[in-house]
C-alpha cells in the first residue's frame, strides 16, 4: 500500500484511527474530496485495521457518501407528496432545463450534480433542496438560473450559505406551556441536583411523560431500566434524526430551544449515571452543525457541561454531536446505535433491548429530543404540572408539524387529546379532504375520523401531519409514499427488501390504471406479509399507506379499477415493438 | 434435567432448552422443524430472511435470534404463517434469478427445497431480472450474483470462521448485494476453497468448479426427503421404544 495522502491520514488521526468513528471519518473525506474512493477506502481501512469490504459496507450504505466523483455541487430536491404538490417538479425541470442534464447526472464540467432525495424536514416551506450543506427553501422555477449562477460564481472554496433562497424559516407557529415563557439554560439540571438520581426517575416517572418519536414508551420506565442495568458506563443518546416526512419539529428545537435540549440530555446524564450524552442529527440538518457546536461550547465555558456539573462535584457529563448521512432507517433507535459505533444503519433484533445492550454494548436510554425537553422541563417545573395538561394516557402536550394543502403550515405545540379538526383549524385548511398523521409510517385519515384525538390511545404520532385538500389524488400519494420506503429499506431482511419494492410495483399497476380486482387483492395480501414478517417498524410499517388509503379511500381505488378479470403486466404491443420494426411487419393472429 | 433447563411450548408441544439456546436451536434438537434459510447451525444467526418467524407471546419474532425463554408460548406451523413465509420464498425467486430445471444446485438448493416444502407452485410475483455479473476469476470456484438471496452466511463464515472478511454487503435496499474484498474478482481475495465461506452457500451463488454434477440429478439431498426431515428425524429416535 502506498503512502496514503496527507489529508486523509489527518482525517483518520482526527477520529483516533478509531473503528467505531468510521462515519465521523468517511463524512469527513466525502467533505474534503467530495467521494471516497478506493484508494481511500484501502487507506482508512489499514489504519483503522478492518478489512476494505468493510469500509465499503459502511460507506455503500449512506446516500450521502459517494464511492465515485460526482458533482463540485450536489443539488438534492426533496421528494415528498408535499413538495410535489409545492411545485417541485417544475423546480426539477428548471434544474435539468438549465443545466442540461436529467435528474441522476452530473454536468460534463463536473460542477452539478442533480438529485431526488427523500424529506428534508422543511415540509412548512417546500419546494426545498440541499445544495450541499446548505438548504434553500420555498423556490420556484425562476429562482433556479440565480442559484446555478451564484454557485459557478463561488468557486471551489468559497462557502455557498449566500445563495438565493438559502433561508430557513423558524417554523414555530404557536408554543403552549413547554416552549412558552423564560426557560433558563439549566432550569433542568438545577432542579434535578437537588433530588437523588432515583428521585429524578420517580419524577419523570409520575409525569406519566411517553416518548415523543411516536411510540410512546413510558420514559420513566425506560430511565429505570437503562440506570438498573449492570455496565462498566452508560449512555444517553438524543435521537435528532428526524427522518419521518413531514416532520420538522426537531429542528425548531435544535435552532431556537437547544439549550433546553442539553439541558434534559444532561438531566438524564445524572438521571443514569452516564458521562456521556451522544446526539444523532440527522445529515440533513448538518447546516446547523457549527450553531450547535457553538453552543456546546458555551455550556462547557458556563459549566453545564464537563467536570463537576454546576459545581457538583463528580458529575461530570458532556455530549457528542453525531451527523447521519442521508438514512431514513437511522431514526429507528437500534440502527441508529450501529450508525452511532460506525456501521451501516442496519437494526438488532432485540433482545437484548438498548437499556441493557445499547451504545458499545452498554446500557442506553434513546429518546426522542421533544422527549428530553419534556424532561427538562418536568424537572423545573414539577410533574404535577405537566399532567395538567393533555389526557389521562397522555400528559403534556405535543409539538405537531403541520404542512401541506393548509394555509399556516408549521409547528404547533397543543394539548394530548386535539382533535384532527381542531389541527386543521389552527392550520387553516377547512378543505382538507386527507390528512396523512405521523407520516408514512402512520395513517391516511379521512374526514369521517377528523374528530379522532391525537393521543396515544388514538392516533399515535411523532408530530407529521400532512394536509391534502380535495383536488389531490389519495392513490398517487399512496405510490409516492410506497417509493420512499424503497428508497429507504435498509436491505437487511426480505420481507421488507424485496416488498417495499414489490409494493410499489403493485401501486404502479394500479396508478396507471391497469389493475384489476385481483391485483388489488394481491397487493393488500403482500402488504399484510411485509407487515407481519418484517424485522424492524420500517418495514412493519411500510406498508400502512396502502392499507390505509385502501380501507379509507376505497373509492379513490374504485375510480382507478379494470373491468376484466385479467390484465398482463406486459405491454404486448410495447414489447414487440423493436420485433415489429426489424421484421418490418406486425405478428400475425397464429404468431402471438 | 438440569435446574437450569428452560421449557417453553410450540404448537402446543413442551419443549426443553438449555441456557443460551435460541428457540430455533431448542427446536432442533427436540426434533421440532420451523422453516428457516438464512440460519445454519454452525455460524451465530443473523435474521436475514425471516422464515423462520413464529407467533412468539403473541408477537412475531425470528426463532433463530429469539432466545429461549421460560414460559414462552410460540406457534409455528400456522397457515397464516406458512403462507407468510412462503411469500417470502417467492420474494426470493422473483429477487434473482433461480431457474431450477437447469442450476446446478438442483436438489441441493435450501431454496428450491423450502419452495416445495411450503407448497409454492409458481411465483406469481413480478421477476425482477437484476443485472448481476458472474464472478468466475478464481480458480476453484464461482460466484454467480443472481443467485444470491442475501442470506448472509457466507459473510458470517468468512469473518468468524475463516477469519478472512472475503464477503461484505454493498448497497442497501433492494439494491444491495453481495460485496468482495477484492476489486478484481474472488480470485483477488483470500478465499480458498477448502473455507467454510465456500460450503455454506443454500443456493448456487457460491459453487465450487468442477463437482457440481458428481452427485446426479434424483439422488441428491432433497431429492431423498424433504428438508427438514433430518431435523424431524430427531424426534422419532428419542420417542420411548
Known amino acids: 500500500m502506498p503512502n496514503p495522502d496527507p489529508v486523509l491520514s489527518d482525517i483518520i488521526q482526527r477520529f483516533g484511527a478509531d473503528r467505531g468513528r468510521l462515519l465521523d471519518i468517511a463524512e469527513a473525506i466525502q467533505q474534503r474530496f467530495g467521494h471516497i474512493g478506493k484508494s481511500a477506502v484501502g487507506s482508512v481501512a489499514e489504519a483503522l485495521g478492518m478489512h476494505a469490504v468493510e469500509v465499503e459496507d459502511m460507506i455503500s450504505f449512506y446516500a450521502f457518501l459517494d464511492r465515485t466523483p460526482r458533482g463540485r455541487c450536489r443539488v438534492r430536491l426533496s421528494r415528498t407528496p408535499i413538495s410535489l404538490i409545492k411545485g417541485a417538479g417544475a423546480v426539477a425541470a428548471a434544474f435539468e432545463a438549465a443545466l442540461g442534464i436529467s435528474i441522476g447526472e452530473t454536468t460534463p464540467d463536473g460542477d452539478f450534480t442533480l438529485e431526488w432525495t427523500s424529506d428534508i424536514g422543511m415540509a412548512d416551506q417546500e419546494p426545498a433542496a440541499l445544495v450541499n450543506r446548505v438548504v434553500l427553501t420555498e423556490l420556484t422555477p425562476a429562482d433556479v438560473p440565480a442559484i446555478i449562477a451564484a454557485v459557478r460564481a463561488a468557486g471551489d472554496d468559497q462557502p455557498l450559505a449566500a445563495l438565493p433562497k438559502a433561508n430557513v424559516r423558524p417554523s414555530l407557529v404557536h408554543s403552549g406551556p413547554l416552549l412558552s415563557g423564560t426557560i433558563g439554560r439549566a432550569d433542568g439540571i438545577e432542579a434535578a441536583l437537588l433530588m437523588s438520581p432515583d428521585e429524578v426517575i420517580a419524577q419523570i416517572a409520575a409525569s406519566r411523560v411517553r416518548g415523543r418519536g411516536g411510540a410512546g414508551f413510558p420514559t420513566g420506565v425506560k430511565w429505570r431500566l437503562t440506570r438498573k442495568a449492570t455496565g462498566s458506563e452508560h449512555f444517553i443518546v438524543c435521537n435528532a434524526d428526524e427522518g419521518e416526512p413531514g416532520t420538522f419539529k426537531d429542528r425548531v428545537l435544535l435552532s431556537a430551544f437547544f439549550d433546553v435540549v442539553c439541558d434534559g440530555m444532561t438531566v438524564a446524564g445524572y438521571a443514569l449515571g452516564a458521562r456521556q450524552g451522544l446526539l444523532y442529527v440527522r445529515g440533513e440538518y448538518s447546516y446547523l452543525w457549527d450553531s450547535l457546536q457553538q453552543a ?13 456539573i454546576c459545581g457538583r462535584p463528580g458529575f461530570d457529563f458532556d455530549i457528542r454531536i453525531q451527523l447521519g448521512a442521508g438514512a431514513y432507517i437511522c431514526g429507528e433507535e437500534s440502527a441508529l446505535l450501529e450508525s452511532l459505533e460506525g456501521k451501516r444503519g442496519a437494526p438488532r433484533d432485540r433482545p ?17 429530543v421533544e422527549t428530553l425537553v ?5 424537572m423545573a417545573k414539577g410533574a404535577t404540572w405537566f399532567t395538567a395538561f393533555g389526557t389521562a394516557e397522555s400528559t403534556g402536550t405535543k409539538m405537531m408539524s403541520l404542512s401541506g394543502d393548509c394555509a399556516r403550515p408549521g409547528v404547533y405545540e397543543v394539548p394530548f387529546g386535539i382533535t384532527v379538526n381542531d ?12 390528512v396523512q398523521v405521523s407520516g408514512p409510517s402512520g395513517q391516511a385519515v379521512a374526514p369521517k375520523d377528523f374528530g379522532r384525538r391525537i393521543a396515544y390511545e388514538d392516533l399515535s404520532t411523532g408530530g407529521s401531519t400532512m394536509i391534502f385538500g380535495p383536488q389531490r389524488d389519495v392513490v398517487d400519494i399512496a405510490l409516492e409514499f410506497a417509493e420512499f420506503f424503497v428508497a429507504e429499506s435498509c436491505g437487511w431482511c426480505t420481507p421488507c427488501r424485496v416488498g417495499t419494492t414489490l409494493l410499489k410495483q403493485g401501486m404502479e399497476k394500479i396508478v396507471a390504471g391497469n389493475a ?5 387483492q394481491a397487493t393488500e395480501k403482500l402488504a399484510g406479509s411485509v407487515t407481519r414478517m418484517s424485522r424492524c417498524g420500517l418495514g412493519q410499517s411500510a406498508p400502512n399507506p396502502i392499507l390505509t388509503t385502501m380501507r379509507n379511500f376505497p373509492q379513490a381505488y374504485e375510480a382507478r379499477l379494470r373491468a376484466e378479470d385479467f390484465v398482463p403486466r406486459v405491454d404486448l404491443p410495447a414489447a414487440l415493438a423493436d420485433a415489429i420494426e426489424v421484421q418490418g411487419r406486425a405478428p400475425t393472429a397464429g404468431e402471438i | 434435567m438440569a435446574a437450569t433447563d428452560i421449557h417453553f411450548t410450540i404448537d402446543g408441544v413442551g419443549v426443553t432448552a438449555a441456557a443460551g439456546q435460541s428457540v430455533i436451536q431448542a427446536c432442533d434438537a427436540a426434533g421440532i422443524y420451523i422453516p428457516r434459510l438464512c440460519h445454519h447451525p454452525d455460524l451465530a444467526p443473523a435474521g ?17 435470534v429469539t432466545p429461549a425463554a421460560a414460559g414462552m408460548v410460540i406457534e409455528s406451523a400456522t397457515v397464516q404463517l406458512t403462507e407468510d413465509r412462503r411469500t417470502i420464498i417467492e420474494m426470493l425467486f422473483v429477487e434473482g434469478e433461480h431457474p431450477c430445471p437447469y442450476c446446478v444446485a438442483s436438489g441441493n438448493c435450501e431454496l428450491q427445497a423450502l419452495g416445495y416444502r411450503l407448497g409454492l407452485v409458481a411465483p406469481k410475483l413480478p421477476y425482477q431480472w437484476p443485472k448481476r455479473p458472474l464472478d468466475a476469476t478464481h480458480p476453484d470456484i464461482y ?7 442475501l442470506c448472509s452466511r457466507c459473510i458470517r463464515a468468512s469473518r468468524m470462521e475463516d477469519g478472512k472478511s472475503v464477503f461484505g454487503w454493498s448497497g442497501r435496499g433492494i ?31 457460491i459453487v465450487i468448479k468442477r463437482d457440481s454434477y458428481k452427485v446426479p440429478n434424483g439422488d441428491r439431498t432433497y431429492d431423498q426427503a424433504p428438508i427438514g426431515a433430518e431435523i424431524e428425524a430427531r424426534k422419532k429416535e428419542t420417542l420411548p421404544s
Not at chain 1, 419534556?374 to 418536568?378: L, T, Y
Not at chain 2, 436475514?48 to 433463530?64: E, K, L
Open chain 1, 352 to 368: 437484548p433491548f438498548p437499556t441493557e445492550r445499547g451504545y458499545l454494548g452498554k446500557p442506553t436510554a434513546i429518546d426522542n
Open chain 2, 143 to 149: 460466484l454467480d450474483h443472481d443467485r444470491c438471496i
Open chain 2, 175 to 205: 439494491r444491495m448485494q453481495l460485496n468482495i474484498d477484492a476489486d478484481g474478482g474472488l480470485g483477488k481475495t483470500q478465499m480458498a476453497a477448502i473455507d467454510k465461506a465456500a460450503h455454506v452457500c443454500p443456493v448456487a451463488c
Open chain 1, 516 to 520: 384489476t380486482l385481483s391485483d388489488i
Open chain 1, 423 to 434: 389541527l386543521l383549524e389552527l392550520a387553516g385548511a377547512p378543505e382538507a379532504a386527507y
Open chain 1, 296 to 308: 456546546l461550547e458555551t455550556r462547557r465555558a458556563l459549566g453545564l457541561l464537563g467536570t463537576g
Open chain 1, 374 to 378: 419534556c424532561a427538562a422541563r418536568i
Open chain 2, 48 to 64: 436475514n430472511c425471516r422464515v423462520c418467524t413464529c407467533v412468539i407471546n403473541g408477537r412475531n419474532g425470528a426463532a433463530c
